[in-house]
């Protein structure tokens, strides 16, 4: 038998590190969880500490460490806190893989850390390709480490890559369900609640994800996260809106022949090869029925309707410090969406306003990417509180 692989999850509680949990509990026989990063979600923490007995824990703040050690007092159980916490389980010495699914650009620096110690990492933390790309690029090839895509979109394009040549590849392109408003007149978009652009059709996600699916800025990001991992040209990355979501990428080659690959819409699947690559386990999953599908459509996208993904695109194609100030600016006016601040369609007109603002520089390091992260991030609250 092959040896156990050891795996740290960092973003346990989210909504990706659930699902990998479930995953790792039906193949335990090959996985073992050695060290949980999470953010402020004890209680769900404490029982995965206690399903899965890592050594190791970090969380948010030290105030829910000091609580953690007093719960598990007398194990050997090592708890420790912040983003450094979070570092040293992605860095741990006996690790074999990584899963990174933290929420938005807090997952750079503890997939740096990961990266660094030349781990395979299965990434779902998209936003750290989207605004350091380059860099992460730079230090796989220094480090050694590999990192195998979780988001589907992406696995489905790696799996369609796997035995051919990136030269020979024309066109990929991305699948979007379209979100809940694909259908809804721009008119209807004017009153979403964060209650209905939470209800996805298709996909159980994220709060975060799950209202990038909405505007579509998740496929914008995920055409910048496509571009680095797997060193695509911009011109070589599109997008069909596909309601049924079972289709997930669609990679064309230069003779014609169009790959693509299928599958139930259901995380567990993409994050089980992510975990399994380059091999394959049996999923305890239905098999995917298309008599039951029986239609598979593909649409263009509506950019006036969904300005965001234009916004995307302009950054994926002008590169340097766009795409992280477009990052940014999403990120906050999500959350501020979420938190009713602004409407749904003020989502787009913030961020706009803000990579408008923006001036276009060149990144070369770590500091550069945050430095124009906390710029922009200050100028869309700023946008905000003018507009509330
Ligand atoms: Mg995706």
Redesign the pocket.
Known sequence: MDKMVNIAILGSTGSIGRSCLEVIEKLSHRFRVLGLAAGRNTGLLEKQVERFKPEIVSVERKEEAEALKEKFKGSSLRVTYSQEGAEEVAGLNENDTVVSAITGISGLRPTLAALKAGKKIALANKESMVVAGPLIQKKVREFGSQIIPV???HSGVFQCLAKEKLENVRKVILTASGGPFFRSSSQEMMNITPEEALNHPRWKMGRKVTIDSATLM?KGL?LIEARWLFGLEPGKLGMLIHPQSIVHSLVEMNDGSVLAQLSPTDMKIPIQYALTYPERENALLPSLDLTQVRSLEFFEPDMDKFPLLKLARLALEEGASLPVALNAANEVAVASFLKKEISFVEIAEVVSEAVESHKKREISDLDDIFSVDRETRLMTQNIIKKRT
Do not use: T, V
Request: no cysteine.
């Open positions: 988001d589907s979109e998740n995920e």
